[in-house]
């Protein structure tokens, strides 16, 4: 990887940090505070939200053709609970094989939204099913990237959309030179930079 693309990459993670830095301090004019799993509003905000809640009957008379879909939509929590599974037994049996450390599902997928008192039951339960879905997604996608990283951190020949964070990183398709040694790289790197990274929030969270 040539000096230009390290400094964009190490360009892009501090930008990440600043953003999340941003967003952290915006919480706090929104007026919650988040204690262990829990997020607390102040009563004013509550109050507040309560005042625009929709109610059940009314929320129903909105969108009545969604509720034909439904049993479509929730019926694919069986493919990814059996996605859930596999993808978790995989990386607890290959990861301390392969020596990675491994992923932290909590870190992915994240219940907080039945904390909002201005969604009413249904839409509680809508947001549980997309953050379950979406967490999912990111958490399984995170597993192969890093069993990508450990076994072939080569990139395509085209364009790829929806590539994994560190995809950018990966050797340039058809670059052969010092592969072997390259490869062993990644994998001492990827440990490295978990562990790391891991240490990190350990300290945030102290």
């Known amino acids: 990887m040539n000096d230009r ?38 009563q004013s905000v509550k109050e507040a939200h309560k005042q625009v809640k929709i109610g059940l009957i009314k929320w129903l008379g909105n969108r009545p053709i969604n509720l034909l879909t439904a049993p479509i939509i929730y019926g694919m929590v069986f493919p990814m609970l059996l996605l859930d599974a596999c993808i978790s037994i995989y990386q607890a049996i290959c990861f301390p094989i392969y020596k990675i450390p491994k992923v932290k599902r909590d870190d992915y997928i994240i219940f907080d939204r039945h904390h909002l008192s201005y969604l009413n039951f249904i839409e509680k339960s809508h947001c549980m099913y997309c953050t379950y879905a979406n967490g999912l997604l990111a958490y399984a996608t995170e597993i192969i990237g890093r069993t990508e990283q450990y076994f072939c951190p080569i990139k395509h020949a085209r364009k790829m959309m929806g590539r994994h964070a560190r995809y950018a990183s990966f050797l340039e398709y058809g670059d052969a030179t010092d592969y072997q040694t390259k490869l062993e790289q990644f994998r001492t790197d990827l440990a490295k930079e978990l562990k790391a990274k891991d240490r990190e929030v350990c300290d945030g969270k102290g």
Do not use: D, M, P, T
């Not at 930008?15 to 102040?42: C, Y």
């Open 5 to 42: 693309i390290h400094n964009l990459l190490a360009q892009l993670e501090s930008a990440e940090k600043e953003l999340e830095k941003a967003l952290q301090e915006h919480q706090v004019h929104l007026n919650f505070s988040i204690k262990g799993k829990r997020v607390e509003f102040e």
